[in-house]
């Protein structure tokens, strides 16, 4: 049976676009249902419209803080539409326990590092300036703990000298949309091995 898969965005969402085409590239255990913003300026809302796919949009500002409210209502969206699956890509609300328990193993995530290296933000910066030679991104189940899951999938790329934190978040980008796309079609047809790419 097909699974129904929500996809939480901020932004641009480039990662959201590239998963949604995938699975209406057609030979896809996963069906997409639902793109949510918690911004209704996020411009990755037009983007799913524009690929048919329905939106909905839970503004975190008027909830002043409150977590738990601001969660109740994600969820109350969730309810209406009954996803298997919950891809966060380039979601930038961080989700508490209470939230997360109930999905866990059924939610994944896409972060701008190899983790377990840069949790939370500035990834690109602070690999910078670690003086790393190499970078990447990591797709995987969200935990309670930010960015900590089971690792799906990981790709790598090669900081060169002279790289801003731009120049680096834009290598690290195009390989995100070869990434999760990859993962989300092996996690829907229920195969959890890692995808590791160069
Ligand atoms: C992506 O680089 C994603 O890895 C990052 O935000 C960007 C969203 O871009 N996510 C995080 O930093 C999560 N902590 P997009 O909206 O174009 O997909």
């Given at each position: 049976m097909t699974k129904r898969v929500a996809i939480f965005i901020s932004g641009g969402g480039s990662n959201m676009v590239r998963l949604v085409e995938d699975m209406q590239?057609?030979?896809?255990a996963g069906e997409p249902v639902l793109v949510l913003a918690?911004?209704?300026?996020?411009d990755g809302l037009t983007k799913a419209k524009a690929l048919g796919v329905p939106t909905a949009v839970v503004d975190?500002?008027?909830?002043?803080?409150?977590r738990a409210a601001f969660e109740a209502a994600l969820q109350a969206v969730l309810d209406q539409v009954q996803p298997d699956i919950i891809c966060l890509a380039g979601f930038m609300r961080v989700l508490t326990e209470g939230f997360v328990a109930p999905w866990e193993g059924k939610m994944l995530n896409i972060h701008p590092?190899?983790?377990?290296?840069?949790?939370?933000?500035h990834t690109h910066a602070r690999a910078l300036e670690a003086g790393d030679r190499e970078h990447g991104c990591t797709v995987h189940l969200v935990t309670p703990?930010?960015?900590?899951?089971?690792?799906?999938g990981q790709a790598h790329v090669p900081v060169l000298e002279g790289d801003t934190p731009d120049d680096l978040a834009a290598r690290v980008l195009v390989q995100e949309h070869r990434l999760y796309p990859a993962v989300l079609r092996r996690f829907a047809a229920g195969d959890m091995r890692p995808i590791m790419l160069p």
């Open positions: 590239a057609g030979n896809h918690n911004d209704i300026n996020a975190h500002r008027p909830f002043k803080g409150d590092s190899l983790l377990p290296k840069y949790k939370g933000l703990a930010l960015d900590d899951g089971p690792i799906l």
